[in-house]
């Protein structure tokens, strides 16, 4: 069927079968269908939607577009977590040596940061040393050794989605359920892991700014991931203050630390454990419940510690960082952000803390820009504490005494102070599949 007749249905709302789907993306990767024929199919997705097996169809194809890793010499279940984004959230850093601790199978590839959010790789990067380039059959065996590895993405993976990303990105075609969930979930299938859990985040810090949003896009990942023959299950969470105490590569990795430590009992905690215990479940070990207390005992022991110190050691870096933090990078210059009024800590704009760590050079505008491993903001203060003049509420760091001054602008405008005690918020809203 041509191109324009295809256009044509999907703006009628008529459902495509999967050859055809798969006509349009092998057609476009190839070059064969013009970017103006597939900026107005996109269009047509953006208004009328897609069914769930028009969505399978078309993420099944973008997988196959690309390389698909073979995940059997592992010998066992493996399990793979995504977030869709979010500010100072280290989660991979603490699940990944928890859930391997706990008996299962982690093979990760993370991606990097770009823009206000911030990237598992660059995280890990901070480490002296720290590999996050290994060759598959090296990553495979880590994995089947150790229970975890996370690497950055390599290969070829799912090409007709960065094609098709780019062209969305210029034709306001992004905000889109099916068009996101295919994106995200082509990549997802193509490493091959046989339970995916998905972490999809709503606030201010989030591309989904409502739980119900959330909510759509989780149950659409979730069905596409069991129509694809994965166990798959997402959880809703909450982004709209920063994730823990850190925002920024070095500080989160001393912040996962700690939590590996067992020093942190902050929220954040229990979320990589409530994370660890159903990817645990879905990948038999047991019910989430049972899952819980497992990666609470061994979180305890030290045991998910060690499994960190050995996964940094295998990939090149210095595994001393676990017991001296203080080798991690650190900024030259610091700068207390503090409170203007007595009253109540009522809320912290996630995105204007990201986008003041980009400003220190945390992150990164363009891919391939470098970044400062030691900037970032460490908050002192959270949503609903009693706050008093002058109380220190974040320590913007950076390399100069002027990014910090100019971040610390940034930061004082994203927090709110109030007289009221504001209600607390779960960071976890909803549980889908």
Partial sequence: MQMYDLIARTRHGEALCDADIRSIVEGFTAGEIPEYMMAAWLMAVCCNGLTAQETTALTLAMRDSGDCLDLSAIGGVTVDKHST??????TTLVIAPLVAACGGYVPKMSGRGLGFTGGTIDKLESIPGFSTSLAPDRFLTQVRSIGCSVIAQSGDLAPADKKMYALRNLTATVDSIPLICSSIMSKKLALGADCILLDVKYGTGAFMKTPQEAAELARAMT????????????LVTDMNAPLGTCVGNALEVEEAIRILRGESDLPLTELCLTLAAHMLSLSDHGTPEECRSKAGRVLTSGEALERFSRMIAAQGGDAGVTEHPE???????????RAASDGFLQSVRSEEIGLACLGLGAG???????IDPGAGVILRRFVGDAVRTGDVLCTVC???QTLCETAAV???????IGEEQPEAVPLVSGIIG
């Fill in 364 to 370: 990164r505008t363009a891919d391939h820009a470098g």
């Fill in 410 to 416: 940034r930061v004082q405008n994203a927090v709110r």
């Fill in 327 to 337: 080798r991690l990078p650190r900024a030259q210059y610091t700068l207390d952000v």
């Fill in 85 to 90: 984004g979010g500010i100072g959230d280290k």
């Fill in 223 to 234: 069905q596409v991931g069991q129509l694809a023959g994965k166990r798959c299950r997402a």
């Fill in 398 to 400: 950076g390399s100069t």
